[in-house]
């Protein structure tokens, strides 16, 4: 049985992030969404409700579970039995930093594959930091993420503005 972690911040999850695990789950027997708890980002959401969000927007996808971790990425892969490690790539750019991540997660766990899936053509623009700032300044995000995410997306940005 082949586990894969799809690690990351997902702030929030996205049609991009999801296009990706659907297509992994194809190619695994299991696919682990990790959610980071503490990466080095302006979130917008808490960890719990990153988890909510991803977790609601993957319910109906019986090979996919989300879990928090907050130890580093390998770790996380080592006690979730993960073989494999996917990321997704919009752009060039988006390369060089996964070519150097997946070069020090090989050092710090021989044997973890990275597999890089190439973002759909509908999904290379996207991202969950550009769909906050449209969101947060109220344009029409929903056809970019799952309805409970613009949901949550549109409250955030209401109580945000608020403060």
């Known amino acids: 049985m082949i586990t894969a972690l799809y690690p990351g911040s997902f702030d929030p999850i ?8 659907i297509r992994a789950s194809r ?8 959610i980071f708890a503490t990466p080095q980002k302006n979130l917008m959401f808490t ?3 990153r988890v909510e969000l991803a977790k609601a927007a993957t ?3 019986p090979k996919i579970e989300v879990r928090p971790y907050s130890k580093i990425t390998v770790e996380f892969a080592r006690e979730v039995n993960a073989q494999v490690l996917v990321r997704g790539l919009r752009a060039i750019g988006d390369f060089e930093w996964e070519f150097e991540m997946a070069m020090m997660n090989q050092m710090l766990c021989p044997g ?3 597999v890089c899936f190439m973002a759909s053509q509908e999904y290379q623009f996207l991202s969950a930091s550009l769909i906050k700032e449209v969101a947060s300044l109220g344009g029409d ?4 993420v799952p309805k409970n995410v613009a949901e949550a997306l549109k409250k955030k940005a209401a109580m945000l503005k608020k403060q």
């Open 27 to 34: 190619l695994f027997d299991r696919l682990i969404i990790g």
């Open 59 to 61: 319910q109906h996808l």
């Open 141 to 144: 995000i929903h056809k970019l």
């Open 14 to 21: 996205t049609n991009g992030h999801l296009d990706i695990a």
């Open 47 to 49: 960890l719990e409700e």
């Open 112 to 114: 973890l594959e990275t």
